[in-house]
């Protein structure tokens, strides 16, 4: 079955250390992006990645990092310079074809700073 | 700065009868929209979409429904049922953005009560 598929599912976390979440797709899609998801709001875009080796920021990239090493995988460092990282973290991935619309989501993971 | 609205955090109706959920947006180069179905510690699901093109695309009990003058859409699902319960974000493309990127609302919660 293809799919995304995002470990931990949940994640804690101390103050003042790095995490990375796990974000892997089988779709063979090149395209894949990084939301956060906060109580009542939206999807905020964090970083994207249109082909390998490649990424830029989104709305609000301060404080994560990000690798795109092979095209199935797309890993994303919250780093202690996130001032708020307690949230749901989406990944997503879309086809290619010079103008992506239908992003496919994986079942997120929620961090928590304790 | 809110580009994509939805106005009303939750809705609540009664099985068999019409939902509807609306999106107000601010940007006019949004040319193609799409509602995504969100269950609680999950991934968002892609539903349907709209081209600007179009002012109606219909698939099954969903219509969305596009009024570009009023830039405002709605998403109607006939008849509702329990299982249609979640949370429904808007979300829109821009033209010209190659890498496809989604602006979300802050989502609407379903409830539809048997």
């Known amino acids: 079955d293809g799919g995304i598929t995002q470990s931990p599912k949940y994640l804690f976390r101390k103050e003042g250390q790095n995490v990375t979440l796990s974000c892997e797709q089988n779709?063979?899609?090149?395209?894949m992006y990084w939301y956060r998801q906060d109580p009542g709001q939206g999807l905020r875009l964090i970083y994207y990645?249109?082909?390998?080796?490649?990424?830029q920021k989104g709305d609000i990239a301060e404080g994560y990092s990000v690798s795109r090493e092979k095209k199935e995988s797309f890993p994303l460092t919250v780093t202690s310079a996130q001032k708020n990282p307690t949230a749901f973290y989406l990944c997503?991935?879309?086809?290619?074809?010079?103008?992506?619309?239908?992003?496919?989501f994986g079942p997120g993971t929620r961090l928590t700073v304790l | 700065d809110q580009q994509v609205k939805q106005n009303s955090p939750s809705l609540s109706v009664q099985e068999g009868r019409i939902s509807i959920l609306n999106c107000d947006y601010t940007?006019?180069?949004?040319?193609?929209f799409l509602w995504y179905k969100k269950y609680p510690a999950e991934g968002p699901t892609f539903l349907i979409s709209?081209?600007?093109?179009?002012d109606k695309n219909e698939d099954g009990r969903f219509t969305v429904f596009l009024n570009k003058s009023a830039k405002h859409l709605s998403l109607h699902i006939v008849p509702s049922q329990p299982g249609d319960s979640a949370v429904y974000f808007c979300a829109a493309s821009e033209r010209g953005t190659s890498y496809g990127k989604l602006t979300f609302g802050q989502g609407t919660i379903l409830t539809v009560h048997p």
């Open positions: 779709l063979n899609h090149d395209a």
């Open positions: 990645s249109q082909i390998v080796n490649d990424f």
């Open positions: 997503a991935s879309a086809r290619a074809g010079g103008y992506y619309n239908e992003q496919f």
């Open positions: 940007n006019s180069m949004f040319d193609y």
């Open positions: 709209i081209s600007s093109i179009k």
